[in-house]
Every structure is written in structure tokens, then in C-alpha cells.
């Protein structure tokens, strides 16, 4: 369940808003206080809650006294978020490429998750005319292979492109492209 709720969050899902929508997934509709009853939710929230969680398109309410929630199903609210980013990032695209000049200097970034230096590195490598090169100190390193896309438009993978190091090497590496 941890999973689910990390994965909303990334989507702008609050930690009491995953709770309460897969609650009401499991059981609705509900009123309020059932939901806070059954996932935790404080009761000083649960509305607040609804509140954004209705904004967002999430679920609804049910005529009754006292007013019922339900979710909207999980396919339709996976579908909306899909195409409310598709059309953030196609816009994002649009207006701030736009406002990019070209850069004159190098600059360092501070990366602090695995994940995301790995990206980098991919994404550096990936888009190197030339050639690549890395710096880690005295760390061991392994092959990365360069993935590239072939007249046929299947991916494939090349020989040796650069050396990516092992995660627990991972401190303030050196990178430069040409």
C-alpha cells in the first residue's frame, strides 16, 4: 500500500488524500467520518480532505443525508491525471524552451538521489556528440553501453560508450560531454 500512496504523492496527492481516496476505493460510498474512521484520517481533517481531493476530480458526493463519497474508478482518475500532465508538459515544452538561452558556462548540479544521477549520467551520455567523460576519484568502474536507436527504430545497444561507477561510489562525480 506504501507503494500506491508514494506513487500518488508523486502525482500531488497529500499522504491523508491517498489514505482516504483507497479507502474509498475498498468502501463507499461512505460518509466522512466512516472514511476517517476506517483509514486514519484525522477527524479534524477528513473534509479538508474531501475538499481537495473533490477539486482534483478524484471523487464525488452522493445526495444523502448526511452527504456519502465515493472515488471516481481508478481507470477513469489514472486517465485524467495522464492527460492533465500530458498537456502541462506539452506546454512546459512549448514556453520554457522558448525562454532558454544557450549556456555559456559550465554548470555544477547538486544530485542527491541514485536515481537521479543515473538519469543524468543516461541523459548526458545519451545526448553526446562525441564523446564523454567521467571522474570519480579512485573508484572502480563498469562498462555503460550507449543505447541507440537503428534505421529500423528498435533500440539497440552498442559497444562501451562510457564508464558509469557502482552506487556505493556515488559522491560528487565530475562529468563532461563535447
Known sequence: MENIYKELQKLGFSQYECKAYVGLLKHSPVTGYEISKRTGVPRSMIYEVLGKLLDKGAVYTVPSEPVKYSPVPAAELIDRLRKSFA????????????????????????????????????????????????????????????????????????????????????????????
Open 87 to 178: 498537456r502541462s508538459f506539452d506546454f512546459l515544452e512549448k514556453n520554457l524552451t522558448a525562454l532558454e538561452g544557450e549556456r555559456e558556462a559550465d554548470v555544477i548540479w547538486h544530485i542527491r538521489s541514485d536515481e537521479q544521477v543515473l538519469a543524468e549520467m543516461h541523459e548526458l551520455i545519451d545526448s553526446a556528440r562525441r564523446s564523454f567523460g567521467c571522474r570519480y576519484g579512485n573508484s572502480r568502474f563498469r562498462p555503460y553501453k550507449r543505447r541507440s536507436t537503428g534505421a529500423s527504430g528498435k533500440a539497440s545497444t552498442s559497444s562501451p560508450f562510457c564508464l558509469a561507477l557502482p552506487k556505493r561510489s556515488w559522491a560528487s562525480p565530475a562529468i563532461t560531454t563535447t
